[in-house]
């Protein structure tokens, strides 16, 4: 192949300049055709309310309720089957248990596991923390890619040639390929971490994940070389594990599993599809371009406490003066919440106490200052046609980065947590729908007549 440098794929020449330009010029389409032809794009209207695709068992994001016989905005909720998400959270933590397993047999089964069942639950999921032999040295070790999300895909894939029923879409056996999964991201994620710095010229060090250990304390354990956490460490993991296991089922993965899911294509292709939609910074990716920005606002202010200074930055970033030039506040606002997002509140009552333990409490009250500050910001310098509040992605990279995880992590985190979901929403697309998802466009280019090449000029 030779150097990069020499390589031709790498690069943007003339050539393909000139291709993207035509690429640009015949795939416009005038925005007010949306309008006319009552298309509703990324699939909501003007209020934010999606377009109803399907129906779902397993979560419920509610951010309206009905007064006087109107729909009015109100204080977010997520449910998980039926379950509002603050009582589970208060639930395990008055029981003193970690989370996400008792949270991942709701939203697989349909109902809370009595402590019998959660004890067999979590056996089945401890015995299935392995990987195929060899898998490591042949897979993971092989080519490491920079990108976690790519190199957790490639192996999601690769686990399709180990599998004797790969192609069999049976709920028994689907079932049993999501379990594995759930079970196997930890070390998927964190040995194609290990082996990337490996290939950097750091020490290579891979543990084998302990069956007495929860998701959350084997992913700390798996990650650090002294292999050692403290207990408020791993349950702000567990509970960021259990706050982005699943939000609806019209969130851009989740629907990304359900029309894969309905072509009868097989789990390792669903998840990989599923993953790449999870990747993009206008969903998962999010957390990092919150964390990226406070680095650019914090290296940009003298002194963090100035509120004038962090004001005048903000709108900055909104007039595309700051940062990424995006025009965008990132970790405000989401497309279904316009009160309060429940995760971002759960998540905060933990941020302080972390903070603390950490010596993150200037960093931890310039966020709370830009919590407050930018509702207000976006108001006056946007048309805005729902309410503006902090996201889960606004205090989870702050909670990463406290936890000393790496940032190409914060994605891959949250795929070790959602794919618990797309898992449920998988067996329940194979369950009850069995029709291929196929939403109708409508064409715009008129019909013409072929033009032999010799007159083409």
């Not at 009905?66 to 008055?94: A, T």
């Not at 993009?280 to 990092?288: D, E, L, T």
């Not at 797309?422 to 729908?433: I, T």
Request: glycine residues 6%; hydrophobic residues 35%; proline residues 4%.
């Amino acid at each position: 192949m030779g150097n990069r440098e020499n390589y031709a794929v790498f690069e943007v020449t003339p050539e393909i300049e000139a291709y993207a330009k035509l690429c640009e010029e015949n795939n416009a389409i005038d925005k007010e055709l949306y309008t006319r032809y009552e298309v509703k794009r990324g699939l909501r209207d003007l209020n934010g309310k999606g377009v109803l695709a399907g129906l779902t068992n397993i979560s419920d994001v509610c951010a309206k309720k009905i007064i006087d016989g109107e729909e009015v905005p109100c204080e977010g909720n997520l449910y998980y089957r039926g379950y509002n998400i603050k009582d589970l959270v208060k639930g395990f933590l008055e029981a003193d248990h970690f989370g996400f397993e008792e949270t991942a047999y709701l939203l697989l089964f349909g109902e809370l596991p009595g402590s019998s069942q959660l004890k067999a639950f979590e056996e089945v999921l401890a015995e299935r923390r392995t990987l195929p032999p060899t898998f490591v040295r042949d897979v993971i070790m092989k080519a490491p890619s920079r990108d976690m999300m790519n190199s957790l895909s490639r192996s999601i894939l690769n686990l399709y040639s180990y599998d004797s029923k790969a192609d069999d879409t049976s709920i028994p056996n689907v079932l049993r390929q999501c379990l594995n999964l759930i079970s196997q991201f930890p070390m998927l994620m964190l040995y194609g971490y290990h082996a990337y710095n490996y290939r950097r010229g750091e020490d290579l060090f891979i543990y084998a994940p302990s069956k007495e250990l929860s998701t959350a304390e084997n992913i700390l354990m798996m990650l650090r070389e002294n292999r050692t956490y403290s207990k408020l460490e791993a349950r702000i993991l567990d509970m960021a594990l259990v706050l982005h296991m699943d939000h609806g089922g019209g969130n851009n993965s989740t629907f990304t599993t359900h029309v894969v899911t309905s072509s009868g294509t097989d789990t390792y292709s669903t998840m990989a599809a599923a993953m790449a939609s999870l990747k993009g910074p206008k969903h998962g990716g999010a957390n990092i371009k919150v964390t990226q920005m406070f680095e650019d606002m914090k290296n940009s202010l003298k002194d963090w406490t100035d509120k004038e200074a962090v004001e005048n930055y903000l709108e900055n970033l909104l007039d595309k003066k700051a940062f990424d030039q995006k025009g965008l506040i990132y970790g405000m606002g989401h497309a279904v919440y316009s009160v309060s997002d429940p995760r971002a509140e759960i998540f905060k009552q933990f941020v302080k106490q972390l903070a603390t333990e950490k010596g993150y409490e200037k960093e931890y009250a310039l966020y709370e200052m830009v919590e407050h500050m930018a509702p207000e910001v976006i108001a006056r310098k946007r048309k805005i046609y729902k309410g503006v509040n902090a996201n889960v992605d606004f205090y989870s990279g702050l909670v990463y980065g406290m936890l000393d995880l790496p940032a190409s992590l914060y994605t891959p985190i949250f795929a070790t947590a959602r794919i618990v979901g797309w898992s449920a929403h998988r067996l329940e697309e194979l369950k009850n729908v069995d029709k291929i998802i196929r939403p109708a466009y409508k064409p715009l280019t008129p019909y013409k007549a072929y033009i032999p090449m010799g007159d083409r000029g």
